[in-house]
């Protein structure tokens, strides 16, 4: 296996399209930032000319969001080719949450009464689970709190292009661009992708999707879509790892799950009947899972999946069930993002450099998920290939309280475990491989560490 699936912070922006000396600014700013994601640009610098010459950099007119991604698209499209299986684009959108900052030019609402910001972001990961990049995002607001002038009926059937919900449809053209015809990819979204026009445009373009449902669609036979499924006879049980639910306080926990699968042709809505560019009626799979040992006390889960890949078996069937299941991926990422990152707390004077941060601690967030899980699902290649030598020597001797240093570099299993050991209390074998926000953590204070080691030898 080689080293293309892994980030390296030099390589990844080797691309990038501007002048010499604002290209390693650029690069240095992305490895002081990911040592210390949790800090401000302030507390993360090693100097005060060094945090001068960040937001220096954040106002060059030569740097911008559209140059730093497509340095970042190119790069995940190089990690997706080397994997060379299936790749799964999954999208979904954060509010950040800018209520405090009313002076920010450019700033706008992401509700009736809150000022911020919306990301969209598309992320691939691998079928088994490993973050690759970003492929896309895209930022979006209001300009005034709430719009009355028209009906619920006028909202409803504007174009899709002046419509908020327009960006599934552009997030899924952008993530492809350059992508070649031989390689599989598979756009996951959730139930706010489920937009006819998306699916119409997926299947215009020959692009696959597999998309939780939200409405209850009528087939050309005229039976509503989630009510035909459920009459399906069952095809057999298949076991999730449903990811820790925070904000029930529930615990990741595997669960056991009934499974339904049927061929439809469902009709185009009534409101899309003017609309001639959009097919009149689509044939897609639907797969329906319902889970059979929910929590006490809680009701079951249950997934109304569509796709329009052809599902010849119930092994099909299994395996699209067990992508979807990688979409909370990008929750995590929003997560890290957010806490791990702490981008609510940014305070730049325009929405425009804000974005650019955004977007700079997406990368971030996007390495340290790729830390975490490839330590998972690939646990014996060497920890050198994200950590220099200072670093895994120190790690392994402030995580084993020993002063005797390694011959040669331990396994990246080993080495997020110690991380995981600076970042919060030494872990039970029980517990499970360590967390997202141990890495954070362990991240900061081996930074510190090191730091310190300089001034002290």
Known sequence: MGDELFFDIDEEFAGLKVKGRLKKRFIRTIKTLFKQPNKSIWSASENRGEAKAIYRMLGNDDLDVEKVLNTQRESTLKRIIAENKTALLIQDTTSLNYNSHKKTEGIGYISSNTLGVNIHSCIAVTTDGLVLGILDQMSYNRPIAKDDSLSEYDRKSRPLME?????????????????PDSVKTITICDREGD??????FAGSIGQLFLIRMAQNRLTTDNQHILDAIKNKDCIGNIEITLARDSCNEEKSRDSVFDVRCGRFEIKRPRILD????????????VIYVKETTPLAGSEPIEWFLMTNETITDVEDVFDRVYYYSHRWKIERFHYVLKSGCQVEKLQERSIDKTVLL?????????YIMNLTYVARIHPNISCNVYFDDDEWKLLYCVANKTKNVPSEAYSIKDAVKYLSYLGGPKRAPSDGPPGLKCIWIGLDKLNTLLIYREWVV
């Open 163 to 179: 419509k908020e919900s327009f960006r599934w449809l552009e997030s899924l053209k952008n993530s492809i661009i350059s992508l």
């Open 195 to 200: 937009i006819y026009e998306l699916l119409d």
């Open 274 to 285: 003017r609309n001639e560019t959009v097919k009149s009626s689509h044939f897609v799979f």
């Open 358 to 366: 955004v977007l700079i601690y997406s990368v971030i967030s996007v």
